[in-house]
């Protein structure tokens, strides 16, 4: 399996998997337990790294990606806004070129705001699936879910071609709202070494303009009146916000006119 291979075999994976994990809560809705993204990480990390078409990380790439969570979580040991602060505004535009304004979404009820690193993260798509699947329950309360990322708008069409997402995907080109919400890193050149020579990824292929710059992925839930009243990140990019743990936070916004 060559190294360009590798990471489409991760996507294609991790669509897989998302579609075949979904079935058990087609019907959230209805009653039906809402997705769990943890077990879907377990089981994607089953398909991925287990088998012979698993894939083969080299020994220094490893060592390289293993210092660099290290340090990450060392630079950032509580990221992102924390829960009572005010949410900072944003004007993003989405890949039809829309300028989308938080505070415009606020007006019409609370917002789920998902930051994520890219379509080339497998684990970034199953989280997106979880989300839209939890979007009935999510509207029961009036919510409206938008994604952040900084990749550039023509990669997050086909995102939203391929997957049919609903909701609003928003491209942070300059970093701006990253950084606002205490979220930004940067892809060391080491690092961006061992992920093309280990995974054939170029991050600067997705975001453009030779930018290297990753959120750590993170969730807030915001009420109307702009404050943050759930939060979640974490340097381990593999943990995510579970939908049940928004839901119970939108049960519990404040009640506003």
Request: with cysteine.
């Amino acid at each position: 399996m060559t190294y360009k291979t590798k990471l489409v075999y991760a996507l294609t994976i991790a669509s897989a998997a998302a579609t075949l994990l979904a079935s058990p809560f087609a019907l959230a809705a209805e009653g039906v337990p809402v997705p769990n993204i943890a077990e879907r990480v377990k089981a994607l990390d089953q398909q991925l790294y287990t088998g012979k078409d698993a894939i083969k990380v080299a020994p220094q790439d490893m060592a390289v990606m293993n210092k660099a969570a290290e340090d990450l979580a060392a630079a950032l040991p509580s990221p992102g806004l924390k829960v009572g602060t005010k949410a900072p505004n944003f004007a993003l535009k989405n890949p039809h070129g829309k300028t989308i304004k938080l505070s415009q979404m606020l007006k019409k009820g609370p917002v789920i705001l998902a930051f994520y690193r890219g379509a080339w993260c497998p684990y970034c798509n199953l989280e997106l699936h979880a989300l839209n699947e939890s979007l009935p329950d999510f509207k029961k309360y009036g919510a409206s879910l938008v994604a952040i990322t900084p990749q550039t708008p023509d990669k997050s069409l086909e995102q939203i071609n391929k997957d049919g997402y609903p909701f609003e995907i928003l491209s942070d080109l300059n970093d701006r709202v990253v950084k606002a919400y205490k979220l930004y890193w940067e892809v060391s050149p080491e690092l961006d070494a061992a992920y093309k020579h280990s995974f054939g990824l170029d991050v600067a292929a997705y975001n453009g303009n030779g930018r290297r710059g990753l959120p750590v992925p993170g969730t807030f839930v915001i009420d109307k009146t702009g404050i943050v009243r759930a939060a979640f990140a974490d340097t381990d990019y593999k943990k995510r916000m579970e939908p049940a743990d928004i839901l119970a936070a939108l049960q519990h916004l404040p009640k506003t006119k």
